[in-house]
């Protein structure tokens, strides 16, 4: 972890096979909130999470249908940012969204299994969120959307959206989900 980051987006991959947080910046870890709006690695703006129930609908001819909870549907973050523009040096965070889009998106390393997914999340501010990719859950980066305000120089918004994948768990009887 950078010593002034906030927050981080992160994918396991062969550099660090064991799921854990890579540290300082390499091409598996896109940092955030290191300094100033606009820096070599970015600033997120807005965290947005959503938790779906899946309703089932018995239809009633003539009456009000019937709602069935089946559970939980999905979970997913959308985290809105803004990050340098892109210098195409291969080490920016745009490309560094682009490979991992390209790329597979569960993995096996080294004796490291990722089915659910193999990407990490760490918000130091809002650690609800947070979550390290393990053989059990893990997110999945299912789609990056950039906006280029033609107005604004040098910065190049995004909406990365992770997908959880994976076992809700209580452990210890703590009480709190965990993912």
Same mark, same amino acid.
Request: hydrophobic share 35%; charged share 20%; glycine share 12%.
């Given at each position: 972890?950078?010593?002034?980051?906030?927050?981080?987006?992160?994918?396991?991959?062969?550099?660090?096979?064991?799921? $854990?947080?890579?540290?300082? %910046?390499? +091409?598996?870890?896109?940092?955030?909130?290191? #300094? @100033? !709006?606009?820096?070599? &690695?970015?600033?997120?703006?807005? $965290?947005?999470?959503?938790? %779906?129930? +899946?309703?089932?609908?018995?239809?009633?001819? #003539? @009456? !009000?249908?019937?709602? &069935?909870?089946?559970?939980?549907?999905?979970?997913?973050?959308?985290?809105?940012?803004?990050?340098?523009?892109?210098?195409?040096?291969? !080490?920016?965070?745009?490309?560094?969204?682009?490979?991992?889009?390209?790329?597979?998106?569960?993995?096996?390393?080294?004796?490291?299994?990722?089915?659910?997914?193999?990407?990490?999340?760490?918000?130091?501010?809002?650690?609800?969120?947070?979550?390290?990719?393990?053989?059990?859950?893990?997110?999945?980066?299912?789609?990056?959307?950039?906006?280029?305000?033609?107005?604004?120089?040098?910065?190049?918004?995004?909406?990365?959206?992770?997908?959880?994948?994976?076992?809700?768990?209580?452990?210890?009887?703590?009480?709190?989900?965990?993912?």
């Amino acid at each position: 972890m950078g010593s002034n980051a906030q927050s981080a987006i992160w994918r396991a991959g062969t550099v660090n096979g064991a799921g $854990t947080e890579p540290s300082g %910046s390499g +091409s598996d870890i896109i940092e955030f909130n290191t #300094g @100033a !709006v606009v820096n070599d &690695q970015g600033h997120i703006l807005q $965290t947005k999470f959503t938790v %779906s129930s +899946s309703v089932a609908v018995n239809e009633l001819p #003539g @009456a !009000v249908d019937k709602l &069935q909870d089946t559970g939980v549907q999905g979970i997913t973050i959308y985290v809105t940012g803004s990050i340098n523009d892109p210098q195409g040096d291969g !080490v920016d965070p745009a490309h560094k969204f682009k490979e991992w889009m390209l790329e597979d998106k569960t993995i096996n390393v080294t004796n490291k299994v990722f089915p659910k997914g193999r990407f990490g999340l760490r918000l130091n501010d809002f650690t609800t969120l947070n979550l390290t990719p393990t053989a059990d859950r893990g997110y999945i980066l299912s789609n990056v959307e950039f906006i280029r305000d033609g107005e604004t120089k040098g910065k190049l918004q995004f909406v990365a959206t992770l997908r959880f994948n994976g076992i809700i768990g209580s452990p210890n009887g703590s009480g709190q989900y965990i993912w």
